[in-house]
C-alpha cells in the first residue's frame, strides 16, 4: 500500500477501507509515515469528511494503537464521563463524588487545559501533594475501596491520537467532526468503560461555535459507541458564558466543593444532576431518571458527596483539610473588583474572553511546559439575565501580577450590556441518546 495513494484517493472523495485505515494508523503510531503526509491526509479528512463507517473504523484502530485498560476486576457497570471542553468546567469534581456516592463506580481518566480551556488534573493539582499518576492497579485498587478516582492518562493510552493531536493543532485540522469524534471516542473506549456520557458543548467557549454543529458530534460519538456496544448518551450543553462563577484552577475546586455542600451555582448544579440521572440509568443503578435525580440530590443533602471527594483526595496522597477548610487555598496577592460602566441587563458574556484572561493571568498554559498558577482567575458576580447597575460589581479578578488596562478592556468588552430584559438560557438544551 502506498501512503500517496491513500491521500489521492480521499481527497478524490473516495471512501478508505478498513485494511487502509488500519495501515495508516498503524504505519504513523511507528512512525514510518511522515507527519507531512499525515497532515495532507488529516487536510483532506477535513474537506472531504468520513462517512460513519470509516469513523467507526479509524476510531477503533486508534483505540488500539496503545494499551487498552482492562476495568473487568472493578465490580459493576463503569460508566465514564467526557466534557467536550469550556471554560469555568468543574463539572467531573461534582458528578464524579455524586455518582459514586450513589453506589456506581467512577473510573476516570482526565486531561489538562490548554489555551482558553481549563483541565480537571491542574484543578486538582490545586489540591497540595495530589497525586494524579496512579498505576493501573493502584487505579483500580481505588476504585474497588472508594468508588472514585480521578487520575491522568497514562502515556501508553491512544498514541496515535497524542501525535494526530499534536499535529492538527498546527496544521489548523482540529475542526473537524469526525476527527474530534474519533479522537475522544478512541480514548475513552481504551479507557475501559462500559457505558459513556458525553457533555458535549457549544458556544463562545467550546470547540463547536453551533448548536447543530455540536449535536452532528454528539450523534457521530454516539454512532461510533453503540457499534463497538457501548451505552453512549450526550447532553448538549451551553458554553455562551462560563459554567458556575468561577473559572481558575483553586476558584473552581472551591466552588465544587460548595456545591457538594448545597451552596453551589444553579447552572452547574443542574448540569450534574441531568448527567448524572443518565449516568446512574446506565449503570442500571435505577431505571428511572426522577429517582437517579433524587438519589443525587439525597448525596448533597447527607453529605456522602463531599464525603466522597474528600476520601477520594486521601486515597491519592492529597491534604483533604483543603477539601473540609477550603479557606486553606492560597489567596492571590490582589483581588480587583471591576465594576460595570452601564445600567441594564446582561444580554451577552464572552465565555472565551473570560477564558483567555484567566490564562493570561496565569490560570492556563499557552505553551504546553508553562507553569500554572493555582490562585488566579475570576469570580463572576453577574451572569446572562441579570441586571447591573452602573458601578456595581461585575466581576472580581483574582491576581499576583494585578489587572492591566488591556486585560480590563478585554473583560468589560465581553460583557453585552442592554435595556430590555434578558431571559437567564438553559444549560441544557437535550440529552440525546
Ligand atoms: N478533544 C479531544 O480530545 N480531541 C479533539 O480532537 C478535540 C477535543
Not at 449516568?279 to 464525603?307: C, F, G, P, Y
Request: with cysteine; aromatic share 4%.
Amino acid at each position: 500500500m502506498r501512503i500517496v495513494d491513500l491521500i489521492e484517493k480521499k481527497k478524490n472523495g473516495e471512501t478508505l477501507s478498513q485494511e487502509e485505515i488500519h495501515y495508516i494508523i498503524e504505519e504513523y503510531t511507528k512512525g514510518t509515515l511522515a507527519d507531512y503526509q499525515m497532515s495532507a491526509l488529516l487536510m483532506a479528512i477535513c474537506f472531504v469528511g468520513l462517512n460513519d463507517e470509516e469513523t467507526a473504523i479509524l476510531t477503533d484502530a486508534m483505540m488500539h494503537s496503545g494499551d487498552v485498560i482492562d476495568l473487568s476486576s472493578i465490580h459493576g457497570i463503569k460508566v465514564d464521563k467526557h466534557s467536550t471542553g469550556g471554560v469555568g468546567d468543574k463539572t467531573s469534581l461534582v458528578l464524579g463524588p455524586m455518582v459514586a456516592a450513589c453506589g456506581v463506580p467512577v473510573a476516570k481518566m482526565s486531561g489538562r487545559g490548554l489555551g482558553h480551556t481549563g483541565g480537571t488534573l491542574d484543578k486538582l493539582e490545586s489540591i497540595p501533594n495530589i497525586d494524579v499518576y496512579l498505576t493501573e492497579e493502584a487505579f483500580i485498587n481505588q476504585v474497588n475501596n472508594i468508588g472514585l478516582a480521578i487520575i491522568g492518562q497514562s502515556a501508553q493510552l491512544v498514541p496515535a491520537d497524542k501525535k494526530m493531536y499534536a499535529l492538527r493543532d498546527v496544521t489548523a485540522t482540529v475542526p473537524s467532526i469526525p476527527l474530534i469524534a474519533s479522537s475522544i471516542m478512541s480514548k475513552k473506549l481504551a479507557a475501559g468503560s462500559d457505558a459513556i456520557l458525553l457533555d458535549v458543548k457549544y458556544g463562545d467557549g467550546a470547540f463547536m461555535k453551533t448548536k447543530a454543529d455540536a449535536k452532528k458530534l454528539a450523534e457521530t460519538m454516539i454512532t461510533i459507541g453503540k457499534s463497538l456496544n457501548r451505552d453512549t448518551r450526550a447532553t448538549l450543553s451551553n458554553m455562551n458564558q462560563p459554567l458556575g462563577n468561577a473559572i481558575g484552577n483553586s476558584l473552581e475546586v472551591k466552588e465544587a466543593i460548595e456545591t457538594l455542600n448545597g451552596h453551589g451555582p444553579q447552572d452547574l448544579l443542574e448540569l450534574c444532576l441531568e448527567a448524572g440521572s443518565h449516568m446512574l440509568v446506565q449503570a442500571k443503578r435505577t431505571n428511572s431518571l426522577d429517582k437517579a435525580r433524587k438519589m443525587l440530590e439525597q448525596t448533597i443533602t447527607d453529605q456522602t458527596a463531599i464525603k466522597k471527594l474528600e476520601d477520594m483526595v486521601n486515597a491519592q496522597g492529597g491534604d483533604s483539610s483543603y477539601i473540609t477548610n477550603p479557606s486553606k487555598f492560597h489567596l492571590p496577592k490582589q483581588i480587583v473588583k471591576v465594576k460595570s460602566r452601564k445600567t441594564g441587563y446582561i444580554k451577552d458574556l464572552h465565555a472565551h474572553t473570560l477564558g483567555i484572561v484567566s490564562m493570561k493571568l496565569g490560570g492556563g498554559r499557552e505553551k504546553t511546559e508553562d507553569k500554572i498558577d493555582y490562585s488566579v482567575g475570576i469570580i463572576l458576580h453577574k451572569k446572562i439575565g441579570d441586571y447591573v447597575e452602573e458601578g456595581e460589581h461585575l466581576l472580581e479578578v483574582h491576581t499576583n501580577t494585578g489587572l492591566n488596562e488591556e486585560l480590563l478592556n478585554e473583560i468589560l468588552a465581553s460583557y453585552e450590556i442592554v435595556e430590555e430584559k434578558v431571559k437567564k438560557p438553559l444549560i441544557i438544551d437535550e440529552v440525546i441518546f
